[in-house]
């Protein structure tokens, strides 16, 4: 499957970003998906995760309350609308795919990331 994330921009803290990303290839709904996001010099982090069927999510601890994964199996397509955004929030992102969701950066298919800068 391959992935092309989109929405990325510079926002204001507080302010709010809506990220997309399109899969193509192998049918979507095959796959869990997840957002992924890596900060300058750091190690790449967990961000949410989204199930196939049931449509389950997991969220890491510092976006809980914030952050939304959603998908749209029709249009091959999963988001992450994020809102009360922080500096710290600064980070390329990316978006995931692997068959079993995890709340790891452990997945097997990735897309180009998005950057996503908050100013203070």
């Known amino acids: 499957v391959q992935l092309q994330a989109s929405g990325g921009g510079l926002v204001q803290a507080g302010g709010s970003l809506r990220l997309s990303c399109a899969a193509s290839g192998r049918t979507f709904s095959s796959y869990d998906m997840a957002w992924i996001r890596q900060a300058p010099g750091k190690e790449r982090e967990f961000v949410a995760c989204?199930?196939?069927?049931?449509?389950?999510?997991y969220y890491a601890d510092s976006v809980k309350g914030r952050f939304t994964i959603s998908r749209d199996n029709a249009k091959s397509t999963v988001y992450l609308q994020m809102n009360s955004l922080k500096p710290e929030d600064t980070a390329v992102y990316y978006c995931?795919?692997?068959?079993?969701?995890?709340?790891?950066?452990?997945?097997?298919?990735w897309g180009r990331g998005t950057q996503v800068t908050v100013s203070s």
């Open positions: 995931a795919a692997d068959v079993m969701a995890t709340t790891s950066v452990e997945y097997d298919y």
């Open positions: 989204i199930t196939r069927r049931a449509g389950r999510t």
